[in-house]
């Protein structure tokens, strides 16, 4: 959210600015293509708060998951 603190319309696309946010959504959104990509970096510089949010709400599930066991977790992490 950083990041998205200093973007805004004025920002280049071939920015290091720009690169880096859109790296950091784009590895957070890996499920999807690049076109929800492009209109949620739109959204960012534009500062169109409701678009931000039904973009994450239709990739995050709205329950609650499950929290995983993190004993069994870090035993297999060790163990690989």
């Known amino acids: 959210m950083l990041l998205a603190r200093h973007i805004n319309e004025d920002t280049e696309e071939g920015s290091k600015l720009y690169?880096?946010?859109r790296f950091f959504v784009a590895s957070h959104?890996?499920?999807?293509?690049d076109v929800l990509i492009d209109n949620y970096m739109q959204a960012l510089m534009q500062n169109n708060i409701a678009l931000i949010v039904k973009t994450i709400l239709?990739?995050?599930?709205?329950?609650?998951?499950?929290?995983?066991?993190?004993d069994k977790v870090s035993a297999t992490l060790i163990a690989a």
């Not at 239709?58 to 993190?70: G, I, M, T």
């Open 19 to 21: 690169r880096l946010l």
């Open 58 to 70: 239709s990739y995050k599930p709205a329950e609650r998951l499950d929290v995983p066991d993190y």
């Open 29 to 33: 959104l890996a499920d999807v293509d």
